[in-house]
């Protein structure tokens, strides 16, 4: 073998390389964790799993650049797969699954070490790496993960999840569960809880009560519906958002400082009598100056701040 072949052989070698990403099946459930869980035989829970996995946030969508390698088309188990190289355009339904032992500390597709305690999860297609909301739809709950890996590729499996992102999810005790994938841009909104939230009862102009109403996401109702408080105009805020997890809420508040850094104003979080942990800006001087702020939000954040006296 002369030195051009060797050197040809060589260059094919790592262009296979380059364009293959490693064969995790995620396939039937046949072993079951210490506290009822399924998962893949030979992986699992670990044995030193963080007992507060609840206190783990969220991944915050922010850009950042693409993987220069795991975004190319390559083939697992026969099939081609093409990833996409834009994010917030997909949505779809699906079986969810999780990887945990047998990958923790490994290198994932993108190049990063796999920690089954992080928010994160592997997708087939989506950008490596890219974020993405995954909501359970048999409990509606819902996390955001960072895409850094590449799977899952067996039936109809849509998402790869590691362990803290399934334990969230509700879905470790059966090992898989029907969810909804969408990716999101750095700029997402953060509140999706919004959308199924009961509204107060408001007072109208004549002091008779308004009759309940369900709310509608929070970039669709008029601050003006929500402005009509009591008298008094003393502690002024404006809720940017209602979450059922406090980890979510105070990893949406980090958010908010950073893209408000200059408003002059506080940021706070509360508990209600529901359970829900809001994020609060303020405070401001009377109702009208928070309905001129928050005008002026909406076309930064995508949505209108409701005038709320906490």
Not at 28 to 34: F, G, I, M
Request: aromatic share 6%.
């Amino acid at each position: 073998m002369n030195i051009n072949t060797a050197a040809l052989i060589l260059v094919t070698l790592m262009l296979a390389a380059c364009s293959s990403t490693p064969h995790r099946k995620a396939g039937s459930n046949t072993a079951n964790a210490p506290h009822g869980g399924g998962y893949l035989a030979g992986d699992g829970p670990g044995a030193d799993a963080p007992v507060n996995l609840d206190a783990i946030p969220d991944a915050v969508p922010k850009n950042e650049p693409l993987n220069r390698y795991a975004n190319r088309p390559y083939v697992a188990l026969g099939k081609t797969y093409t990833p996409q190289t834009v994010v917030g355009n997909f949505k779809k339904r699906g079986i969810a699954s999780w990887y945990g032992k047998k990958f923790n500390g490994e290198r994932t597709s993108s190049g990063e070490i796999y920690d089954m305690y992080a928010m994160t999860a592997a997708h087939p297609t989506l950008p490596l790496p890219s974020y993405a909301r995954v909501t359970n739809l048999a409990n509606q709950k819902s996390v955001i993960v960072r895409i850094n890996d590449r799977g899952p590729f067996l039936h109809d499996r849509v998402i790869d999840l590691s362990y803290t992102a399934a334990y969230k999810l509700g879905i470790l005790g059966e090992g898989s569960a029907e969810v909804e994938v969408e990716s999101l841009a750095a700029n997402a909104s953060l509140t999706p809880l919004a959308a199924r939230e009961p509204v107060q009862s408001l007072p109208l102009e004549g002091g008779t009560p308004a009759a309940p109403v369900t709310a509608a996401p929070l970039s669709s109702l008029p601050v003006v519906a929500l402005a009509s408080l009591a008298n008094s105009d003393s502690e002024v805020y404006l809720q940017l958002g209602a979450f059922e997890s406090k980890q979510n809420a105070e990893s949406f508040l980090v958010r908010m400082r950073t893209e408000m850094a200059n408003t002059g104003k506080q940021f706070k979080l509360s508990t209600t009598k529901d359970g829900l942990v809001r994020v609060h800006i303020g405070p401001y001087a009377n109702q009208t100056e928070a309905r001129s702020s928050a005008e002026g939000m909406q076309g930064k954040l995508g949505f209108k701040p409701m005038v709320n006296l906490p």
